[in-house]
């Protein structure tokens, strides 16, 4: 008998990049086509003259960093006299903290010589001490026609909210965030992507878990009816029509299919198939603090870190290049490094929201859990301590991500992979200038 045969050792990142560096860089750029193909971005072209050709935009995988609207994707919403891209510097230089040199393909893209004018302040005052990137405001011309959309497909095609919720989805702000985090992306079709899904998830997490009827009994079962307008169901025909008439049922379920209708017809198999996963985790995270909840239990500092690294925005960050118009190939966002890199980066940014939305959860009725009162309990601390003492773990959490992403650049030199963790990035910035400016929903408790 022949001695068997060795399991094969795992591919390592570099390996991988190696093998299939041609191959998925070709797959990328007839996914980019494809992509564009689906979005119509030439019926979004807002504001260009009429009958006016629109170039058709390069493959999104041979550009290795985002660069100006006017270069990278002639067919983007833009007027002719628009906003410059939101921290320009800052998209086309890469992160700028500890360690992350090594994420740039090309040098730090310097100031230009001709005088522009002044960005006007922005709302809100920052965390003090908080490990940031400051960001110039998101493009206001954009941030109207998705503001102007997502409304649209909130009230006409979901049927979202009652009458009397709608200050608090405009409130909100989902066009200025999904703006501001997705810079990079060509079209407003390709923002409106991220921002049906980003409503979506809001709609599930305050309809079933938090302010609008959520409450942790029977949260399991309603997460799993949800999960399946993401996750179809396929089950033998007397009880398939059944399940297809559930999703209907109630707006978090319709907010769910809808969105994931759209963005499946953008994503490959293996993006959707992404997505899905990440969600899985979230509602795994939803269910943990739902126990907690429950038995009226604080858990350990580290326990709660535990849980938000499933309860968190990884969804959001990890669909960047779809978003983008270009794809990640599978194989590669699997890689155990990259795996690390956005988990770091929902972290970090699910951290920021903890602190920002502080003082908004001490408001609100019953207990809300989240990293500083989970520290004041677990290690004696005052409520003043424990909030600081939050800021330094964020401020961690920030620096592990950038050199991690540092890393990674330089042990993978893909484009698509460089500009994946740019995309990722630019998510980590434009989040935390979202809660920082948005003054409707957050206020910084009186620490300093």
């Known amino acids: 008998m022949p001695a068997p045969e060795t399991t094969p050792p795992q591919s390592s990142l570099p390996a991988a990049a190696a093998r299939s560096t041609a191959h998925f860089l070709a797959e990328a750029a007839a996914r ?11 019926t979004s072209h807002v504001g260009a003259p009429s009958g006016a050709p629109t170039p058709a935009a390069p493959p999104a995988a041979s550009v290795p960093a985002p660069a100006p609207r006017s270069a990278e994707a002639p067919a983007a919403v833009t007027p ?39 960005e006007p302040p922005a709302e809100g005052t920052p965390i003090p001490g908080l490990y940031h990137h400051p960001v110039a405001e998101p493009d206001p011309v954009r941030v109207e026609e998705v503001s102007r959309r997502i409304k649209s497909w909130a009230l006409d095609e979901v049927s979202l909210y009652p009458e009397e919720w709608e200050e608090q989805f405009d409130g909100f702000s989902v066009g ?24 979506a998830e809001n709609a599930v997490d305050d309809c079933y878990c938090e302010d609008h009827g959520g409450s942790p009994d029977g949260l399991g ?30 707006a978090p ?34 269910l943990a603090e739902a126990a907690w909840a429950q038995m009226e239990h604080v858990p350990e500092v580290w326990e709660y870190l535990a849980m938000r690294q499933f309860n968190n925005f990884r969804p959001c960050p990890t669909i960047t290049d779809t978003v983008g118009g270009y794809e990640l190939p599978a194989d590669l966002h699997a890689q155990p490094a990259m795996q690390k890199v956005i988990a770091l980066a929902g972290n970090a940014t699910t951290i920021v929201n903890d602190l920002y939305s502080y003082t908004k959860e001490l408001d609100a009725p019953g207990t809300h859990l989240n990293l500083p009162v989970v520290i004041a309990a677990r290690e004696d601390m005052s409520d003043r301590d424990a909030y600081l003492k939050a800021v330094e773990v964020h401020n961690e959490l920030m620096h592990a991500f950038e050199s991690n992403a540092a890393a990674l650049a330089a042990d993978c030199p893909i484009p698509t992979v460089h500009r994946f963790l740019r995309g990722v990035a630019a998510w980590v910035d434009g989040n935390h200038h979202w809660h920082q400016t948005n003054t409707y929903r957050y206020s910084l408790p009186d620490f300093w």
């Open 80 to 118: 002719a006299v628009a906003a410059p891209v939101p921290d320009l510097g800052r998209v086309l230089g890469g992160p700028r903290g500890l360690g992350t040199a090594g994420l740039r393909l090309t040098p730090r893209v310097q100031v230009p010589t001709d005088p522009a004018p002044p």
């Open 32 to 42: 980019a086509r494809d992509i564009q193909a689906v979005i119509g971005h030439v």
């Open 253 to 286: 379920r319709r907010a769910y299919r809808s969105a994931m209708g759209y963005f499946d017809q953008a994503a490959s198999p293996s993006q959707s198939d992404r997505y899905r996963h990440d969600m899985a985790r979230l509602h795994l995270g939803y």
């Open 221 to 250: 079962e309603r997460l799993l009816l949800a999960h399946t307008a993401l996750d179809p169901v396929y089950t033998t025909e007397e009880y398939q029509a059944p399940w297809a008439k559930s999703l209907g049922s109630d």
């Open 176 to 199: 200025r965030y999904m703006v501001g985090c997705h810079p990079d992306a060509p079209t407003v079709d390709h923002l409106m992507i991220a921002t049906r899904l980003m409503v």
